[in-house]
Structures are given as structure tokens and as C-alpha cells.
């Protein structure tokens, strides 16, 4: 099994629409979550970042935490073509200075006008 | 923000050859930078941690005589692909953490081996 498990999609949903993207990891000592987001040929760019278990919201971007069941969400709201890319979430045990990520597959979404 | 750059963002060689990519923090002084290596329609592989003035930590299954990272000040680290080979070809990313925070991506460079 897997660290961390992501399903791959591919995702395709109307311009409007609420996405939801998920990750399931195994291992407990995750304490830090993130969630970034990969257009084709570029680096990741940060969208996340939480900490504890429960919801952080920014703007049109929701992250959950679920640590007892070992499960962090991504929800978009009123999604934009331009939200069109690969979503990949990324997690790490210890918020030190050596501290190191573990990713996901990614997701990939696309937003139909 | 926080900027990093990579260069250059795309590299075509022949077998055998040495190629460098540079990473660069442009606004921030990173204490630690970390290489990835991503393969089409795969996620991101962590292939080593480096402090700047310290030997980097190589991932297992990396080969640190093969993958050189020099990580000469606090806002640049180099690797290098010696003696490259056509299963080298892939998609490097740096990343540059600064002290307290997360880790900010460069755009990557796309290394084609012949």
C-alpha cells in the first residue's frame, strides 16, 4: 500500500461546478497537509497548507483534514476554466527544517466552459 | 511572494554529457532546497535534500555520484546529471523552503537525452 493515494481521474466538470479532490494516506505520523496545484510543464504552486484537522477556507478553496480517518479534501467552488490542471496533494511527518514531502499521484481536473 | 526560478527551462544533449540545472530563490534566502524528478503522468520524487554548506541527503535509489547538488549559498543549488543517459530524460523540479515555511517550487526543466 501506498503512503499516500490519490486517484489519478482524469475529472471533467462543468464551469460552475463544486470539484471535490481527495487523499487517503496510511501513515499517522502526517501532521502537515498541503494541497498544490500543477499546470502541463510547470512547477507546483502552493494552494494549502494546514496543520490540524479540520476545514481551512481561502476564497474559492476549502481544505479538510480528517486525521482520525486519515483523509484531506480539497473542495473549489463555483469552478473556473482557468482551475484546469493537475491537483496534487502532499503531506509530511515533521514541520522541522529537514522536513521532506510525500505526494500524491495528482488529479487531473478540467473545467469545461 | 516567493520566487523560484530555474534554468534552463528546457535541455536537449547527447549521451554521455554532464548537464547543470541551476535553482534560484529570487526573493527569499532558503534554508534548505530539494530536487524531485517527475516522470509523464507520475508524481513528484524526491531525490535529495540540501542545506546550504552541507552535503545533500539523497533519497534510497538515487545516485549521489550520478546526480552532483551543489548547494553553494542561500538562494542557489545546482544539480548535475553526469554522464547522462536516455533514461535520465525527465522533469526536474527544485524547491526552496525558507525557515518556517513550506516549500515553493520552481518551474521545472525538461531534460531530453539522446
Known amino acids: 500500500q501506498k503512503e499516500v493515494e490519490q486517484d489519478p481521474g482524469p475529472l471533467s466538470v462543468p464551469e460552475g461546478a463544486i470539484v471535490s479532490l481527495n487523499c487517503t494516506y496510511s501513515?499517522?505520523?502526517?501532521?502537515?497537509f498541503m494541497w498544490y496545484r500543477q499546470y502541463s510543464r510547470k512547477g507546483p504552486e502552493l494552494l494549502m497548507y494546514?496543520?490540524?484537522?479540520g476545514n481551512k477556507e481561502d476564497g474559492r478553496f476549502t481544505a479538510q483534514v480528517d486525521k482520525s480517518s486519515k483523509y484531506i479534501s480539497l473542495f473549489i467552488r463555483d469552478s473556473q476554466p482557468s482551475d484546469s490542471a493537475t491537483y496534487l496533494c502532499?503531506?509530511?511527518?515533521?514541520?522541522?527544517?529537514?522536513?521532506?514531502?510525500?505526494f500524491g499521484k495528482g488529479t487531473l481536473l478540467t473545467v469545461n466552459p | 511572494g516567493a520566487v523560484v526560478s530555474q534554468h534552463p527551462s528546457r535541455v536537449i544533449c547527447k549521451s554521455g554529457t554532464s548537464v547543470k540545472i541551476e535553482c534560484r530563490s529570487l526573493?527569499?534566502?532558503?534554508?534548505?532546497m530539494f530536487w524531485y524528478r517527475q516522470f509523464p503522468k507520475q508524481s513528484l520524487m524526491l531525490m535529495a535534500t540540501?542545506?546550504?554548506?552541507?552535503?545533500?541527503?539523497?533519497e534510497q535509489g538515487v545516485e549521489k555520484d550520478k546526480f552532483l547538488i551543489n548547494h553553494a549559498s542561500l538562494t542557489l543549488s545546482t544539480l548535475t546529471v553526469t554522464s547522462a543517459h536516455p533514461e535520465d530524460s525527465s522533469f526536474y523540479i527544485c524547491?526552496?523552503?525558507?525557515?518556517?515555511?513550506?516549500?515553493?517550487f520552481g518551474p521545472g526543466t525538461r531534460l531530453t537525452v539522446l
Open positions: 540540501s542545506n546550504e554548506g552541507s552535503k545533500a541527503t539523497y
Open positions: 501513515n499517522s505520523a502526517f501532521q502537515y
Open positions: 524547491s526552496a523552503r525558507k525557515l518556517t515555511d513550506t516549500q515553493y
Open positions: 494546514t496543520y490540524s484537522s
Open positions: 502532499a503531506m509530511s511527518v515533521s514541520g522541522g527544517s529537514n522536513y521532506k514531502l510525500t
Open positions: 526573493d527569499f534566502q532558503a534554508t534548505t
